[in-house]
């Protein structure tokens, strides 16, 4: 058997990485090659990704990878979900938009009003997240944006189509936009199916969760059904990169671009070490996403009403999950103290938030106040007022308040993804930038009474990797098979549950 090399694109909704990753006959190793922040800029017209500059890293992390290996076997682009370009031929019209950005209030309601969010639900099994693509462009199509445009590229199809040329829609990703056909497929009551993990040996192709365009919703929203490029699925080739490109990264034979779960959270969800159907999952970044993996979505009344979203998984999979506002609370929170003059460091203020004896105040951390970038410690201040909580008074106790409910939010959505899935879930794994955080490990073992494996941290460029591997011969099987190699690659930090 064979071993190689290939190069993990991973951007985050904080920050950047190209990753080279070794992959072998139980082999599994990353090296960074690029790291780099990501940041918003606004401009009068909104909130904006930086997407040039991201790029330029990324062709600046390209030449490291391709300068390293000179035998690089390929590479692969994951990043946050839901945001596009507009193209026109090659042009991009305009800079994407962040998620963040508020225009989006006024295309949910004009959305609502052509499709209820029950029958949205019936049909794409999405939870409702104000900024889910399709309600961008009704914002985009109310403000005349769509005029002129020919194509809508998701972010990691953006910089594909820069990359190779090629333009595609890469099916993990394109699932939560809620424009994707879904289908309960067996018709099992819920999502828990039959066999997991048994009847997929090669693990290719997708199965009955995400399908198609769906034309019918498409047209009724009022949406140039044309825009929309043709759906790749994890695993295959997109294209070589553009003789310009490989000029300017330095490379010297061919170097293909492969689709992977290009939805960070797809390619997170790849590496979770997960043993058995069991276990939950929760990919802890900006986001936190709480969930279990299933074959088949759960598109139930109760699911809907409790917001579980069913996004595209590899393979087919469905990943049953909701989104918690995540350590975007902390980060939001240390950027207003940063602003103010107070430059705090994170293990510094998680150490003195895990020596907070007293009462800690416990506040609802999915509050759609805390949505938009701001002044995050007054906002959680005013909640906690405004809901009658005892408001945390110095930073620290805020941060502690912070993790505090952030864990009680994990236990609490853990409990429901289970009983709406009908999972008995046993052990909790989290991965990504939060299992470094031990306060919160500790305190989510200690909430749901299960035991916690932390890690691994870059579990979003190790899926990006394994399925590069995997399309290249290196890696083989299930993903069940790669989760494997991720347990024998990254030991997973145990917390046990406290009184
Ligand atoms: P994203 O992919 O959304 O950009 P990451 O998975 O990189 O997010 O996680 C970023 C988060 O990880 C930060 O907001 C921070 O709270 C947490 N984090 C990063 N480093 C540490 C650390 N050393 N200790 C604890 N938490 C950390
Ligand atoms: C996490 C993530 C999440 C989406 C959000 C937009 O990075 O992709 O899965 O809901 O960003």
């Known amino acids: 058997r064979s071993a190689g090399t290939v190069a993990a694109i991973d951007l985050g909704a904080s920050s950047g990485r190209v990753m080279l990753g070794h992959v072998g006959h139980n082999e599994l190793r990353l090296r960074p090659v690029a790291r780099f922040p990501n940041l918003p800029v606004r401009t009068i017209d909104g909130l904006h990704w930086d997407i ?54 006024a295309g949910v309601d004009a959305t609502h009003v052509l499709v209820p969010h029950a029958e949205l639900y019936a049909g794409n099994g999405l939870q409702f997240l104000p900024f889910n693509t399709l309600y961008q462009l009704a914002a985009e199509r109310l403000a005349g944006g769509l005029d002129g445009a020919d194509t809508m590229m998701l972010i990691p199809d953006l910089l ?41 040996g090669t693990g290719r192709g997708h199965g009955s969760g995400h399908g198609e365009w769906d034309e019918t919703l498409i047209a009724r929203l009022g949406l140039p059904r044309s825009i929309f490029p043709r759906l790749v699925d994890p695993g295959s080739r997109i294209g070589s990169l553009l003789p310009g490109v490989a000029h300017e990264i330095g490379a010297v034979s061919r170097l293909d671009l492969v ?38 979505p759960v598109l139930t009344e109760e699911s809907r009403a409790a917001n579980f979203t069913n996004e595209g998984g590899v393979d087919g999979r469905v990943r049953y999950l909701r989104n918690v506002m995540g350590l975007w609370l902390l980060s939001e929170s240390m950027r207003s103290w940063d602003l103010e003059g107070v430059a705090f460091e994170l293990p510094f203020l998680l150490a003195q938030a895990a020596q907070v004896t007293g009462p800690v105040t416990v506040f609802d951390v999915d509050d759609p106040a805390f949505l938009a970038p701001g002044d995050m410690p007054d906002r959680i201040r005013e909640h906690c007022a405004g809901h009658g909580l005892a408001v945390p008074a110095t930073p620290v106790d805020l941060v502690r308040s912070i993790i505090e409910s952030l864990a009680t939010k994990y236990a609490s959505t853990l409990r429901a993804a289970g009983e709406l899935s009908g999972t008995s879930i046993r052990t909790v794994h989290i991965v990504g930038g939060g299992s470094q955080n031990e306060l919160l490990c500790q305190l989510t073992a200690n909430l749901t009474g299960l035991p916690v494996l932390a890690g691994p941290v870059e579990a979003t460029a190790i899926g990006n990797v394994l399925i590069q591997a995997r399309a290249q011969g290196l890696a083989h099987g299930s993903l069940e098979a790669l989760r494997m190699l991720v347990a024998q690659a990254y030991s997973p930090r145990h917390y046990e549950p406290r009184a």
């Open 52 to 105: 040039l500059d991201l790029y330029r890293n990324v062709l600046a992390g390209l030449h490291s990878a391709v300068r390293e290996e000179p035998g690089l076997r390929s590479a692969a682009v994951d990043s946050w979900a839901v945001d596009y370009a507009l193209l026109s031929g090659q042009r991009m019209l305009g800079n994407p938009f962040h998620y963040r950005d508020e225009r989006t209030a």
């Open 160 to 200: 594909g189509f820069w990359l190779t040329g090629e333009r595609v829609a890469e099916r993990t990703n394109a699932s939560t936009t809620g424009l994707l056909t879904v289908s309960a497929g067996t018709g099992h009551g819920t999502g828990r199916g039959t066999g997991r993990g048994t009847g997929r």
């Open 259 to 296: 689709a992977v779960g290009s939805h960070d959270t797809a390619s997170a969800v790849v590496a979770v070490p997960m043993r058995d159907e069991n276990a939950a999952y929760i990919s802890s970044g900006t986001w936190s996403l709480v969930g279990v993996e299933l074959n088949s």
